[in-house]
C-alpha cells in the first residue's frame, strides 16, 4: 500500500510558479511510476507529468516546456514544478503512483491539491 500526500498548492498570478509536492508514505523508490493528474470543474482529469523509476518522463502537450517533473526517491517525493502559469492551468492536481504486477496494474491517489491561476 502506498499512501500520497499533496501540498504547495495555492493561487498564484498568470506567469507565476508553483511548486507542487507529494510525500509517498511507502518506498516509491523502485517499480513506481509517478505521475501528476488534474482535473478542472466541468471536465475529466488528465495525465499532466509522469516520471519513471528510472527517471524517464512524459509531458502533456499543454505542459511542455513550462512544467517539470521529478522525484527523489531517498526521501519518496515527487515534485511538479510549474512555471508560466495559465489560467487554463487552474485546477485540483493529483499526485499518482501505478505499479504493474504481471497483469494487474495498481494504482494510488492523493487527496488532491487545488491550484488557481488567476490575477
Known amino acids: 500500500q502506498v499512501q500520497l500526500v499533496e501540498s504547495g498548492g495555492g493561487l498564484v498570478q498568470p506567469g507565476g510558479s508553483l511548486r507542487l509536492s507529494c510525500a509517498a508514505s511507502?518506498?516509491?523508490?523502485?517499480?513506481?511510476?509517478m505521475g501528476w493528474y488534474r482535473q478542472a470543474p466541468g471536465k475529466q482529469r488528465e495525465l499532466v507529468a509522469t516520471?519513471?523509476?528510472?527517471?524517464?518522463?512524459d509531458f502533456a502537450d499543454s505542459v511542455k516546456g513550462r512544467f517539470t517533473i521529478s522525484r527523489d526517491n531517498a526521501k519518496n517525493t515527487v515534485y511538479l514544478s510549474m512555471n508560466s502559469l495559465k489560467p487554463e492551468d487552474t485546477a485540483v492536481y493529483y499526485c499518482?503512483?501505478?505499479?504493474?504486477?504481471?497483469?494487474?496494474?495498481?494504482?494510488?491517489w492523493g487527496q488532491g491539491t487545488q491550484v488557481t491561476v488567476s490575477s
Open positions: 499518482n503512483a501505478r505499479r504493474v504486477i504481471a497483469t494487474t496494474t495498481l494504482y494510488y
Open positions: 516520471i519513471t523509476s528510472g527517471g524517464s518522463t
Open positions: 511507502g518506498s516509491i523508490s523502485s517499480a513506481y511510476t
